[in-house]
């Protein structure tokens, strides 16, 4: 008697450690997903320009970048190491040297106090640290010209440093006049760099004669001014359109990913559930015993092809196929694309969305059949009038399942998409043909290719892990919906 | 519960007026209808077969005894890729001997208790939205709890828990639903004699409900060995020529894995000729495959032997 109870209890405790155990992952994943997220909010907020005193027919004109006068202002992770007097290459020069390199100049300083200002301090570029979107920045500049500047008109031009867009940054930018040289009349000037991020303002000639006098020149400074918690403004610029979390200034908009991803699901779903559909009610309604006895294991064969191999299948078939239609007129470099990735899906998820709709199908009791097939309703209008409409929710399920396994299958789209995140545009028939064939990237083969070589516990890191929380939120709310409509099936019938 | 579904479809009447209409337009629509359908399943088994045979024609060239047997040489560009068949099959070992009990006796938690309270509703919406959790969300968790949280660091360790994890929910889900389909007459009966309620369950309902949960355990250890996500940074090496070893040591090193071979195979293009990777390919499919038979023959055979 002892051993039955003994054994009873052991059985008992071991459903009941299985079960805790499972609630505990559960648990678990929701709040690593979530803890491991907030490394991308200790990111900082870089951001640089390049400013020139110009003549007015510069050859630089529209490329300030290229001009070797040209001062950087910027934050950014190269220049996190501190400045140091001694050692840095671009600290001006004398006056004399100065005069025979060029006739107008811009300088900067380390400080930021215009009263600390000292002539035999002057840098041609100044570098900080990335700061965070609470923390302001503020460099001065210093703008003069030399005695041998002949033109009797200056300008002062400026323009985002590359690969900077003012709009990945959480800043009011402004560049501001902040002291005219004695006896120069000139308008205040205050410029919204994130309204007007490149351009030119000419100034009244001012030249600096000696060393001592260049800091009498035109005083600017560039003011980034916290507009935002770095919360709130990560979460912003995660929703912007566009991905590039390794160039300096870092982007990390999701947009595309998101849109890539939810494109080849609509795609994917939408070309296999009238298929998987069509070849379920043929499975459940008109194939023999036989027929269904044998049909059911070679789909499960579809369905074990690992998802390496059907990713590969495509590169080998689809893409090419792809290239030789719409090769020459868009000059695609391959196949691989959104409409190549969604073709693939729809094989990897056929399987599943004809299983599980045969399942809906025979559940349905089978007095509902007889009785349609008794009044002589055809088997097209049976399936129309009957079967669909009593096996919804359970078909509702299966295509929300396929949603999900779509949303989040990895491999297909690591090797199909191409691998360059891009934006949809649907805004004329020829860009949506190029959006459908031309490379994307999605959310789950972006953590995939990126994690690989991401530093732990880095703002990146943080952001493929919000990026897996995206997901895992949205396939989520499709699963337990998807839950429920079974649920209802298993009720209704 | 039959007129709850008729009440749900079109009335009856509009039924007997179509049924009514003797024309051939109907019957040509349906004839039409019918055969698309029947064209899309025939199309569905083609699929199959076509995929089949072209890795098949591609692979089987590669595959001898030195493939299947030997390390990689030469940078990757020769040999065979033994160590990466050992490594998938050492994950697939673990990933069952831990999902097994966790996900069965889960399983059984929830048709046991199942209905009962609201944390059990809970818990079983939990497990089938886990079970339809993308694979690359369980590689990030992995990454984040095994690898960095418990230092296991990438490993084959690492690579059993995170496989565990995605295993469990649908071993939890195909346990649960191959419970409930003993019929209440055989529980019945056991309890009757008086059998003790975990007796009952152990010596009637578990082997009534085997072949279910088989298959259940053995389908879902085919997904995990063809997937390469969950062990994507979590437990995957190129290739290594460390020793194997039963040790310690083993379990920390990342181990080589027919997936990832495949995945890197495409990262690094031109190292690994395309002639292994179709090799390569094959020999993963025909491990899913073998997977799949021994689901589908459980299944006939202990059919047979309880009906």
Redesign the interface.
């Known amino acids: 008697m002892w051993r039955?109870?003994l054994?009873?209890n052991l059985?008992?405790v071991?459903?009941?450690?299985?079960?805790g155990?499972?609630?505990l992952?559960?648990v678990?994943?929701f709040s690593?997903?979530f803890?491991?997220s907030k490394y991308a909010f200790q990111r900082q907020f870089p951001f640089g320009f390049r400013i020139a005193l110009q003549p007015p027919h510069s050859e630089y004109r529209d490329e300030v970048s290229m001009d070797p006068t040209a001062s950087l202002l910027a934050t950014h992770r190269e220049g996190t190491d501190e400045l140091d007097d001694a050692e840095d290459a671009t600290r001006l020069p004398s006056h004399e040297e100065l005069m025979q390199m060029q006739s107008l100049v811009t300088a900067t300083a380390q400080t930021d106090d215009p009263n600390q200002l000292r002539a035999d301090a002057l840098f041609r570029d100044c570098m900080r640290a990335p700061k965070r979107a609470e923390q302001g920045e503020r460099f001065l500049l210093v703008a003069f010209a030399l005695p041998n500047y002949t033109a009797d008109t200056m300008e002062l031009a400026w323009e985002p440093d590359v690969s900077f867009d003012p709009a990945y940054c959480p800043y009011q930018l402004r560049l501001r006049l902040v002291r005219a040289p004695q006896g120069v009349q000139v308008d205040p000037i205050e410029i919204d760099l994130r309204r007007q991020p490149k351009g030119r303002i000419a100034l009244p000639v001012w030249k600096a004669h000696t060393q001592e006098e260049w800091l009498q020149g035109y005083l600017f400074e560039l003011e980034a001014r916290p507009t935002t918690s770095t919360t709130w403004a990560t979460l912003q610029q995660f929703l912007k359109p566009d991905w590039a979390p390794t160039i300096l200034y870092a982007r990390f908009g999701m947009l595309p990913l998101l849109l890539a991803t939810l494109l080849i699901t609509f795609l994917a779903v939408g070309l296999a559930t009238p298929?998987g559909l069509?070849?379920a009610?043929?499975?459940s309604?008109?194939?023999s015993p036989r027929i269904r006895e044998w049909?059911k294991?070679?789909?499960?064969?579809?369905a074990?092809?690992?998802?390496?191999?059907l990713?590969?299948?495509g590169v080998?078939?689809i893409a090419p196929a792809l290239q030789q239609l719409f090769g020459e007129a868009l000059q695609l470099s391959s196949g691989r694309g959104l409409l190549a990735t969604a073709l693939m899906m729809t094989?990897f998820i056929?399987?599943t969305v004809?299983s599980l709709s045969e399942d809906a199908l025979r559940a349905?009791?089978n007095?509902?059949r007889e009785g349609?097939e008794a009044?002589?309703?055809?088997?097209?209008?049976r399936?129309r009038?009957?079967l669909l409409?009593?096996a919804?929710s359970g078909l509702m399920a299966a295509g929300l399942?396929a949603i999900?396994?779509v949303?989040?299958?990895?491999?297909i789209v690591?090797?199909l998409s191409g691998g360059t995140p891009t934006m949809p545009d649907f805004s004329s028939p020829t860009a949506a043909l190029g959006t459908l064939v031309k490379p994307t990237r999605g959310i789950?083969d972006t953590?995939?290719?990126e994690?690989?070589n991401v530093e732990?516990?880095s703002p990146h890191y943080g952001h493929?892990?919000l990026l897996?929380l995206t997901?895992?939120v949205l396939?989520?709310g499709?699963?337990?919906l998807?839950?429920a409509y079974?649920k209802r099936a298993q009720v209704?019938? | 519960?039959?007129e709850?579904?008729?009440s749900?479809?079109?009335p009856?009447a509009?039924?007997?007026v179509?049924?009514?209409r003797q024309d051939v337009r109907?019957?040509r629509?349906?004839a039409l209808?019918?055969s698309?359908?029947?064209a899309?399943?025939l199309a569905?088994?083609l699929?199959?077969f076509v995929?089949?045979a072209?890795?098949a024609y591609k692979g089987a060239p590669t595959i001898s005894w030195e493939f299947l047997t030997q390390p990689p040489r030469e940078g990757m560009s020769a040999g065979g890729v033994a160590p990466m068949i050992l490594g998938s099959l050492l994950l697939m070992l673990g990933a069952f001997l831990l999902a097994t009990?966790?996900?069965?006796?889960?399983g059984?938690?929830?048709a046991?208790?199942g209905e009962r309270s609201r944390?059990?509703r809970l818990?079983h919406?939990?497990?089938?939205?886990?079970?339809?959790?993308?694979?690359?969300?369980y590689?990030?968790?992995g990454?984040?709890?095994f690898v960095?949280?418990f230092h296991f660091g990438v490993s084959l360790i690492a690579g059993w828990c995170t496989l565990t994890?995605f295993c469990?929910p649908s071993i939890?889900l195909t346990t649960e639903s191959a419970l409930k389909t003993v019929p209440a007459a055989l529980i019945d009966g056991g309890l009757a004699l008086g059998l003790?309620?975990?007796?009952t369950?152990?010596r009637i309902a578990l082997p009534y409900a085997l072949p279910g949960i088989l298959t259940g355990i053995i389908?879902s250890l085919?997904?995990a060995?063809?997937?390469?996500?969950p062990v994507?940074?979590t437990a995957s090496v190129y290739y290594s020529t460390a020793e194997m070893t039963l040790g310690w040591d083993t379990l920390r090193q990342p181990v080589a894995n027919l997936?990832y071979y495949?995945?890197e195979g495409?990262?690094q293009p031109g190292v690994v000729p395309e002639r292994l990777?179709?090799g390569a390919?094959l020999t993963?499919?025909i491990l899913?495959?073998l997977?799949?038979a021994g689901?589908?023959l459980i299944r006939s055979r202990m059919r047979r032997r309880y009906l």
């Open positions: 039955i109870r054994f009873d059985v008992q071991a459903t009941w450690a299985a079960g155990l499972l609630l992952t559960i678990a994943v690593y997903l803890t491991e298929l069509a070849a009610v043929y499975l309604e008109q194939a049909f294991p070679i789909l499960e064969i579809l074990a092809i690992p998802t390496v191999v990713g590969y299948f080998m078939l094989v056929l399987p004809i349905v009791p007095s509902l349609a009044l002589g309703l055809t088997l097209a209008e399936v009038l009957v409409p009593a919804k399942l999900a396994r949303m989040g299958e990895t491999m690591w090797i789950p953590i995939a290719i994690m690989g732990f516990e493929l892990f897996g997901l895992f396939t989520l499709i699963n337990l998807g839950f079974r209704q019938l | 519960m039959i709850a579904a008729r749900k479809v079109v009856v509009e039924w007997e179509l049924a009514a109907r019957a629509k349906n209808l019918t698309i359908f029947g899309v399943g569905t088994v699929l199959v995929l089949v072209i890795i009990p966790l996900g069965v006796f889960g059984i938690c929830l046991e208790y944390l059990m818990m919406a939990s497990v089938a939205a886990l079970a339809g959790t993308p694979p690359i969300v590689g990030l968790f990454l984040a709890i960095l949280k994890l469990v939890v003790s309620r975990w007796q369950l152990w389908l085919g997904r060995v063809g997937e390469a996500t994507l940074f997936p495949l995945a495409y990262r990777i179709w390919c993963l499919i899913t495959l997977l799949n689901a589908i």
